[in-house]
């Protein structure tokens, strides 16, 4: 199964400023997803990223808020902007949906906002 | 619509002993694989453990096992000699193909493994 390099594992940053996570995969990968997971809570998806096609958001989440780079079928960016206190959450990033391998997580990005 | 529910929130076990973590589900697609993931105070999140809904064979993977009832739509997952490593935070998962392959989560359930 894939390897997924995610960065930066944790961050504290002031609000109103913007923080772009990275994730890097050891192979080539047609679909990545990105997951907010919320203190105690589950991993909720904010969008999928599929390489030369804009992101599909989930409902609740838009693109001017988290906008996803998906310049080629190893890489993806997310970015938080305008980032407020509510915004204090692990993001996650995923790749997998071939069938019983299952899917892949990075190491997940701790985001404090002060 | 599409859900996972797990309705333990937290449990505890000692160590060594057994435990049965439950998780129901809802999906109108006919071919899927479920998933029980662990996620440790790292964050990380691990592949614990597959079940192909098309096999009645209940998946094992050393000491976890998975009980798979696909009428009742009930996918519950046993840890054996539970060992002070296990203690994490467990989602039920399973890809809505439906839905560009997103994985549809569990609320997740807290084990707590106590010496």
């Known amino acids: 199964s894939a390897v997924i390099s995610q960065k930066p594992s944790r961050d504290i940053c002031q609000r109103g400023t913007s923080l772009t996570i990275q994730c890097q995969v050891d192979?080539?990968?047609?679909?990545m997803f990105w997951y907010r997971q919320q203190p105690g809570q589950s991993l909720t998806l904010i969008a999928t990223?599929?390489?030369?096609?804009?992101?599909?958001?989930e409902s609740g989440f838009v693109i001017d808020k988290f906008p996803i780079s998906r310049p080629n079928l190893t890489f993806s960016t997310l970015t938080v902007s305008n980032m407020s206190p509510e915004d204090s959450s692990i993001y996650l990033c995923?790749?997998?949906?071939?069938?019983?391998?299952?899917?892949?997580f990075g190491s997940g990005t701790r985001l404090t906002v002060v | 619509a599409q859900t996972v529910t797990q309705s333990q929130p937290e449990m505890s076990v000692q160590e060594a002993e057994t435990v049965t973590l439950s998780c129901t589900y809802d999906?109108?697609?006919?071919?899927?694989?479920l998933f029980w993931y662990k996620q440790p105070p790292s964050r990380q999140m691990i592949l614990v453990i597959r079940q192909e809904a098309y096999k009645q064979q209940n998946a094992t993977e050393n000491r976890f096992s998975v009980n798979f009832q696909k009428a009742a739509k009930s996918f519950s997952l046993k840890i054996s000699d539970s060992q002070l490593g296990d203690t994490a935070m467990y989602f039920c998962?399973?890809?809505?193909?439906?839905?560009?392959?997103?994985?549809?989560f569990g609320q997740g359930t807290e084990l707590s493994v106590k010496p």
């Open positions: 999906t109108s697609e006919n071919n899927y694989y």
């Open positions: 995923s790749v997998g949906g071939q069938g019983a391998s299952g899917y892949t």
């Open positions: 998962a399973f890809p809505s193909y439906n839905q560009g392959g997103k994985l549809i």
């Open positions: 990223a599929n390489q030369g096609s804009e992101a599909t958001y």
């Open positions: 192979s080539q990968v047609t679909m």
